[in-house]
């Protein structure tokens, strides 16, 4: 019940298209759900994240949408550059309890 | 303001030795958690340090142990080492209470067992 499922595995995406990660959750008593990115060689760092009292939240070329009755979320990159080109967690964690159980990844490229 | 930073970058030891790496969180953090990310693969919790006390621990065996310090740095110790234990650690600190949910990681360190 603690898994956070995630899909694609990997994704080729051509400069300027729009990429588009999911993710699936068990876990009702999770309440915040963070995206990171991942160099190679780098710690992941914090993308955006939602709570589940709104559907979707935007930062720049970053949306979360989330959909709390599929306990689903997803990350869509606008406008998406060769410098995306990384490797991307969602991630998923409950209020007062920091443990945060991730994703498997996903392995994103982007194709001039 | 200065990140969490990571010691060693990479280590290599064998199989049945010791290891301790070492954390400083990010200034005015107070809780620290370690994770092990297997190449391919998400992060996965080892445990969080609050004030010097172990709060909470994932599904790992006793020979990983912690200790955080008064200034707030961490160590993750492993005994007995195994194959299997070849991985990024990863060490990520927050503030309990605040926006605690947001935890920011330092770029790990690569241990390899042989």
């Known amino acids: 019940q603690q898994q956070v499922k995630q899909s694609p595995q990997s994704l080729i995406v051509q400069k300027g298209g729009i990429s588009i990660i999911n993710c699936a959750y068990e876990?009702?008593?999770?309440?915040?759900f963070p995206w990171y990115q991942q160099f190679p060689g780098k710690g992941p760092a914090l993308l955006i994240a939602?709570?589940?009292?709104?559907s979707e939240k935007k930062e720049g070329r970053f949306t979360i949408s989330f959909n709390k009755s599929a306990k689903q979320f997803s990350l869509h990159i606008m406008d998406s550059q060769p410098g995306d080109s990384a490797t991307y967690f969602c991630?998923?964690?409950?209020?007062?309890?920091?443990?945060?159980?991730f994703g498997t990844g996903t392995r994103l490229t982007i194709i001039p | 303001e200065t990140g969490v930073t990571q010691s060693p970058t990479h280590l290599i030891k064998t199989r049945g030795q010791q290891v301790t790496l070492r954390c400083s969180s990010q200034?005015?953090?107070?809780?620290v958690s370690w994770y092990q990310q297997a190449l391919g693969q998400g992060p996965q919790f080892i445990f969080q340090?609050?004030?010097?006390?172990?709060?909470g621990r994932g599904n790992f065996p006793p020979r990983f142990s912690g200790l955080q310090f008064p200034n707030y740095s961490s160590e993750l110790n492993v005994n007995a080492l195994e194959l299997d234990d070849s991985a990024l650690y990863l060490c990520?600190?927050?503030?309990?209470?605040?926006?605690?949910?947001?935890?920011?990681f330092g770029p790990g360190t690569r241990l390899l067992v042989l």
């Open positions: 200034s005015g953090h107070n809780t």
């Open positions: 340090y609050y004030r010097e006390e172990e709060n």
């Open positions: 876990n009702t008593a999770f309440d915040y």
């Open positions: 939602i709570r589940p009292d709104v």
């Open positions: 991630a998923a964690s409950m209020y007062g309890n920091e443990k945060l159980t």
């Open positions: 990520a600190s927050s503030l309990a209470g605040g926006a605690g949910e947001t935890q920011y």
